[in-house]
């Protein structure tokens, strides 16, 4: 059972608005992931980090950015909210090491609605 | 990029029948992974495989990691209401986690 805990689990926000979504992992993974998931549709990986400063972008173009100062915390941040960034947002983590790093583990979410 | 194909897409049974769904690769993977995600909830972690030929089961569900390392099945055995939700297989070389598509179950009572 993973232990990642995403803030806030909703949250609506007018357009221009700075906004920052916190995840934190108290498993001491190195891996961590931000996917980005509109209702019912496919995951896209948007950002992952191997570890403490290290911050790399996925598969999706995204506007957001994100920061690994501490082992256990990754949060995503956007500047300025637009109504294509409403979605849900999952944070992720897994195990640096062996054939299981690449097992992740999901938070809950946070969906965004940019209005 | 790697890609993976799940199939079914979607999928009407009625309570109690099983349920098989697949997911197939271009690439050879190392890993492969079986979620289900509820709405408005994250995936959570059905079962995980490593080796070519793997089975392995939870409760009603049983996978297997296919010896071509290019595919996996997932099959759930009689089904209920609570098996609603999206099925996505994930799969990883030496690369990041790819996704499938994602399978979608609808159990009728």
């Known amino acids: 059972e993973a232990d990642i805990y995403q803030t806030p689990r909703y949250l609506v926000i007018g ?9 934190s992992q108290t498993m001491g993974h190195d891996k961590m992931y931000w996917y980005q998931q509109d209702p019912g549709m496919e995951l896209h990986l948007i950002h992952y980090s191997y570890g403490v400063n290290s911050t790399e972008k996925g598969d999706l173009s995204s506007e957001s950015t994100v920061s690994r100062i501490r ?8 500047e300025s909210a637009r109504p294509s ?14 054939g299981r790093g690449n097992t992740i583990y999901f938070g809950e979410g946070s969906w965004l609605t940019v209005v | 990029g790697q890609q ?3 199939s079914p897409q ?4 009625q309570e109690g029948e099983d349920v098989s769904m697949n997911c197939t690769s271009s690439s050879i993977f190392n890993t492969w992974l079986w979620y289900k995600q509820d709405p408005g909830e994250g995936p959570v972690l059905l079962i995980a495989l490593y080796k070519a030929g793997e089975l392995t ?11 071509t390392r290019k595919d996996s099945f997932l ?19 030496n690369t990041p986690l790819v996704f499938g598509k994602g399978t979608r179950l609808s159990v009728i009572a």
């Open chain 1, 71 to 78: 082992t256990e915390h990754f949060p995503l941040t956007l």
């Open chain 2, 75 to 93: 099959n759930i055995s009689a089904s209920i209401p609570s098996d609603v939700g999206i099925y996505f297989c994930a799969g990883s070389g």
């Open chain 1, 15 to 23: 357009t221009g608005k700075k906004i920052t979504l916190e995840c």
């Open chain 1, 85 to 98: 960034h409403t979605s849900q947002y999952l944070c992720a983590s897994s195990e640096a090491r062996g």
């Open chain 2, 4 to 6: 993976l194909n799940q």
């Open chain 2, 57 to 67: 089961s939870n409760g009603r569900l049983t996978a297997q990691f296919g010896i």
């Open chain 2, 10 to 13: 979607s999928m009407f049974i």
